[in-house]
């Protein structure tokens, strides 16, 4: 357990299972000290292609790329802390340059179909508020949008000849693939297409600095595992 908080308020701890992640441990406390940054990445063929199924955002179906999912404070123990300040809801209006970017690379699938305002406010709430004493909302958000911006992991994808086709692909091509191109070493999350049970190709982290803007090695990876051959489906 961190002892080093950045502020000299009360803390509450609360340990429950992860839902959102692949991440073991929650923790519940005030604004405090974390480690490094998850930023991860969804593609969205693999999210729909589950039995929940998915619905597009209002503004559209979303362009057939990985978008982000969320950029998220962790521990190098593999534990992270969550909700971290009640007291700050998202707020739009402190983004609103951003929105456009938003809508564009931090859709919504979930359903029913939304103006993605929850999900954003999910994050924030659940994520950027543990992060607040180095970033506050529009710094969270707008770091998360430069990340993308930097990495086009479907492009070192595509690059090595791993398309997104409902082919079948080795575990370790995909991630060959992307650290030749962005230098780092990711985790792959999978789920299961809900038709052929195969496992799929779903998620992308990648390990940040506290600062939200450096790509690191991981320190720790989340649980969780793939088969050794995935599926790419298309989206």
């Known amino acids: 357990m961190k002892s080093n908080y950045k502020h000299a308020a009360a803390i509450i701890l609360v340990q429950f299972l992860a839902l959102d992640s692949c991440l073991p441990v929650v923790l519940i406390t005030a604004s405090q000290d974390f480690d490094f940054f998850y930023f991860v990445l969804q593609?969205?063929?693999?999210?729909?292609?589950?039995?929940?199924?998915?619905?597009?955002?209002?503004?559209?179906k979303p362009a057939?790329?990985?978008?982000?999912?969320?950029?998220w404070p962790n521990y190098k123990d593999g534990s992270y802390p969550s909700n971290c300040d009640g007291d700050n809801p998202f707020d739009s209006s402190k983004v609103s340059g951003l929105i456009g970017r938003m809508e564009a690379e931090w859709p919504s699938l979930s359903c029913p179909s939304s103006d993605?305002?929850?999900?954003?406010?999910?994050?924030?709430?659940k994520h950027g508020t543990c992060s607040e004493s180095i970033l506050?909302?529009?710094?969270?958000?707008?770091?998360?949008?430069?990340?993308?911006?930097q990495i086009d992991i479907l492009r070192a994808l595509t690059n090595a000849g791993i398309e997104?086709?409902?082919?079948?692909?080795?575990?370790?091509s995909i991630k060959d693939a992307i650290k030749e191109a962005i230098g780092y070493t990711p985790f792959v999350e999978c789920n299961t297409d809900a038709a052929s049970r195969q496992s799929q190709l779903y998620q992308i982290y990648l390990c940040v600095d506290t600062t939200g803007s450096t790509l690191i090695e991981c320190p720790v990876f989340p649980s969780g595992k793939c088969g050794a051959q995935i599926e790419f489906p298309s989206f």
Do not use: M, V
């Open 116 to 125: 993605n305002t929850r999900f954003w406010s999910h994050e924030w709430l």
């Open 43 to 60: 593609w969205p063929g693999s999210y729909c292609d589950t039995k929940q199924s998915c619905c597009y955002p209002l503004t559209g």
């Open 64 to 71: 057939a790329d990985f978008s982000i999912h969320g950029l």
């Open 136 to 149: 506050d909302e529009y710094g969270y958000f707008k770091a998360a949008l430069d990340l993308k911006n």
């Open 164 to 172: 997104p086709n409902g082919g079948t692909y080795s575990l370790g």
